[in-house]
């Protein structure tokens, strides 16, 4: 079944690359009009070497079938988010979709240390970079959901439950977008207006294909390395993932609710670009949490 979400507009808000530009796209060919905002912009890239930008984000959105809008936003500083949301205002009258996908904690993320080792200031910046910027978009764009009683917005995290992640820092970022998601909700409901966590599985991005070695022509050399990458996702799955709630009429019902692209996909029936139907939570169960 072919879904459509011709004239409704949405923000993918870290939409460089990964799940960001994955979303993005997928929005894009339901036929959505995406705004599609970063830092990095052709001849400025703004995350190490990475060459991924928000315009190709754009072009991808438009070939795709949608209308790909690239828009340069620091989302860590309020006025910019807030001459985004009015640009938005202005040219399309409303927003029914928003995405807060902004993190760039990676280089930032020692693992293996205990907190009190770990740099305070990278970590800091974490939270600034993947958890402040998301409140003050969602601040900003809620106005234009609450007006017309109906919109969607969707934290992307990184897992479902409240299992330690590792590395504190890290942790606190990725439990904050579940609570934030729970807490929006709440504030929301009067309105309408659905709040959502999203997890993806193991993602392969293109950055996690470069770390491997390979493409996602023969990603499968790489579960030599970590086999565990035998079990992972294209960005497109989560992409399917928004375009499934999105597209939900009922899916108020879900607001406050941690999800997961695994049971998105059980409910929904979507697949991943190969057809498949990876399922992480079915995966780690069986083949991490026996083992240990």
């Known amino acids: 079944m072919t879904l459509s979400l011709a004239g409704r507009v949405a923000l993918v808000a870290g ?54 809008i690239a828009a340069r936003v620091d989302h860590t500083v309020p006025e910019e ?45 974490m939270q600034q970079r993947a958890v402040h910027s998301h409140i003050i978009t ?9 007006e017309r009683k109906q919109g969607l917005i969707i934290e992307i995290t990184d897992g479902e439950t409240a299992d330690y992640r590792g590395n504190l820092f890290y942790d606190l970022a990725k439990a904050s977008a579940i609570r934030l998601a729970l807490a929006m909700a709440s504030d929301l409901r009067p309105y309408g207006v659905t709040a959502v966590s999203l997890t993806p599985g193991f993602l392969r991005s293109g950055e996690m294909l470069d770390h491997f070695g390979v493409t996602e022509a023969n990603w499968r050399d790489a579960v030599t390395k970590e086999p565990h990458f035998i079990a ?41 670009i190969d057809g498949s139907q990876p399922h992480w939570g079915r995966y780690f169960a069986e083949h991490v949490l026996e083992k240990r």
């Open 15 to 68: 939409a460089t690359r990964g799940a960001g530009r994955g979303i993005a796209r997928a929005l894009g060919s339901a036929g959505a009009t995406v705004y599609c905002t970063g830092r990095s912009v052709r001849g400025r890239p703004a995350t190490g070497n990475r060459p991924e930008t928000i315009e190709e984000t754009a072009e991808l959105v438009t070939a795709a079938g949608g209308v790909g």
């Open 81 to 125: 988010v807030a001459a985004l949301i009015y640009q938005i205002r202005r040219e399309q009258g409303r927003l029914d979709v928003l995405v807060n996908d902004v993190w760039g904690g990676d280089a930032l993320t020692v693992w293996g240390v205990p907190f009190w080792e770990h740099s305070l200031e990278n970590g800091l910046l």
């Open 232 to 272: 992972s996702e294209t960005p497109a799955y989560i992409g399917r993932a928004v375009v499934a709630l999105a597209s939900d009429p009922n899916v108020f019902a879900k607001t406050g609710q941690a999800l997961s692209t695994w049971r998105l996909s059980d409910e929904y029936g979507f697949t991943d």
């Open 138 to 146: 969602s601040h900003c764009a809620a106005p234009l959901m609450v």
